[in-house]
Nanobody, 126 residues
Framework: QVQLVESGVGSVQAGGSLRLSCAASGYIDRKYCMGW????????REWVLKIASDGTISYAY?????FTISKDNANHTLYLQMNSLEPEDTAMYYC????????????????????WGQGTQVTVSS
């Protein structure tokens, strides 16, 4: 079992920055894909950024270079640096992890991910 706990300051004005953290514990294997997700219109959740165990990063089409994902393997912590935040970025952000084995990389859909954090609310005011 893998446990994920998100943290990070949740409120900022438009144009500001936030960094979210996701601490992983339990059975930690280097071959895990980890990512950040948030709810989407008409969907339960959509991925924002994903990072595979080999460091390959996948960006959501709307991300436009404002967000950066990184991982500290030694401390089993995932980060999401968000810059130039917009009110439309207001959402609950979730960290997730999944064994890459069956996928040979990051799984494509949120429903493919087994391990989820509790979520952390990000609010961007105009």
């Amino acid at each position: 079992q893998v446990q994920l706990v998100e943290s990070g300051v949740g409120s900022v004005q438009a144009g500001g920055s936030l960094r979210l953290s996701c601490a992983a514990s339990g059975y930690i294997d280097r071959k895990y894909c980890m990512g950040w997700f948030r709810p989407a219109l008409g969907k339960e959740r959509e991925w924002v950024l994903k990072i595979a165990s080999d460091g390959t990063i996948s960006y959501a089409y709307y991300e436009e270079g404002r967000f950066t994902i990184s991982k500290d393997n030694a401390n089993h912590t995932l980060y999401l640096q968000m810059n130039s935040l917009e009110p439309e970025d207001t959402a609950m952000y979730y960290c997730a992890a999944e064994d890459e084995g069956p996928w040979e990389g990051c799984p494509p859909r949120p429903s493919d991910y087994t391990y989820w954090g509790q979520g952390t609310q990000v609010t961007v005011s105009s």
